[in-house]
């Protein structure tokens, strides 16, 4: 929420990007899914899963979309192209043979998704480094939101793979928390510190 707060604030810097404005939208539906899943998990004790493995298909989507426009190189986008391709195929399979949509979370799936959009965070990266933007980092919101979504799915990976062992102790939830935190508090960094005629 504070997140959306601020963007909302700072609204004039990015007013000139439509992707910056679908990152609102995104941030926007995350924060009502949050909202019905804590109605129906926490006031009718109903369960949540297919509604935060909604949100999860939805995010990753987001972010190969969101990459995919930043990135300019052809050879890079033909591979985001390719690891959504991937990845779509890996849901239907998933989903179709293997993991309750309805009563279980989508683990292997959010690995997979994670592990392709720090492959594509790394493209747009390595885009950036060789071009003259690698200047102007700090200013730019794209670099910030770069790292808060990197360093949110590099910490998402190893969490999925071991999640039922450490869910038991209550420590799950605290690093998701903490992930989404950073990721967050990096959002929130780049939308004060970031110029208007950098975000478009």
Do not use: Q
């Not at 963007?7 to 926007?28: E, G, M, P, Y």
């Not at 890996?90 to 683990?107: C, G, K």
Request: glycine share 4%; hydrophobic share 55%.
């Amino acid at each position: 929420m504070i997140t959306i707060l601020i963007v909302v604030v700072n609204f004039d810097k990015i007013r000139s990007s439509n992707l910056l404005k679908l990152l609102l939208i995104f941030l926007v539906y995350s924060f009502i899914t949050e909202l019905i899943s804590f109605v129906i998990g926490v006031i009718f004790r109903k369960g949540t899963f297919y509604i935060y493995n909604i949100w999860n298909l939805a995010n990753s989507y987001f972010y190969f979309y969101f990459f995919y426009k930043l990135i300019n190189n052809k050879l890079y986008r033909n591979f985001i192209k390719t690891i959504i391709l991937i990845y779509t195929l890996i849901s239907i399979i998933d989903i179709a043979f293997f993991t309750n949509f309805i009563l279980e979370h989508l683990n292997y799936n959010i690995i997979v998704s994670s592990i392709l959009i720090v492959l594509s965070v790394m493209l747009y990266f390595i885009e950036l480094l060789k071009s003259d933007a690698v200047l102007k980092l700090n200013t730019s919101i794209y670099f910030w939101i770069s790292i808060g979504v990197l360093f949110f799915n590099i910490g998402m990976i190893p969490i999925c793979v071991i999640a039922e062992l450490i869910n038991y102790n209550g420590v799950f939830d605290i690093i998701i928390l903490s992930l989404n935190i950073i990721m967050a508090g990096c959002f929130i960094t780049g939308f004060i510190v970031s110029k208007k005629e950098y975000n478009v």
